[in-house]
């Protein structure tokens, strides 16, 4: 069983800043890509931004310059730092990682519950 939780969300007012936290649990032999994912009210579920286990990152054009990736493979955590907060940027925000559970395993991926981020004045 492997295990996301991610902490950090919430309300902000534009222009301000939040950092999303996913921390993993459960048996895991290693994590090969992480990343952060966002649905909005109405819409599909999207791809904001991925870090690769040698430190790639790859982001959304919307969010790029604002928002910044970053994992900590000690333990098993990825963040996701975001300014300039916008309304669109509005959205259940999702953990996702790409990993083993043994050696002899293939890469599964494996979803956070999710967390609230709204920003509104």
């Known amino acids: 069983q492997v295990h996301l939780v991610e902490s950090g969300g919430g309300l902000v007012q534009p222009g301000g800043s939040l950092r999303l936290s996913c921390a993993t649990s459960g048996t895991i032999f290693s994590i090969n890509d992480m990343g952060w994912y966002r649905q909005a009210p109405g819409k599909q579920r999207e791809l904001v931004a991925g870090?690769?286990?040698?430190?790639?990152?790859h982001y959304v054009d919307s969010v790029k310059a604002r928002f910044t990736i970053s994992r900590d493979n000690a333990k098993n955590m990825t963040y996701l730092q975001m300014n300039d907060l916008n309304s669109e940027d509005t959205g259940v925000y999702f953990c996702?990682?790409?990993?083993?559970?043994?050696?002899?395993?293939?890469?599964?991926?494996?979803w956070g519950q999710g967390t609230q981020v709204t920003v509104s004045s």
């Open positions: 996702n990682i790409r990993a083993r559970t043994a050696a002899w395993t293939g890469n599964y991926d494996y």
């Open positions: 870090i690769t286990r040698t430190g790639s990152t």
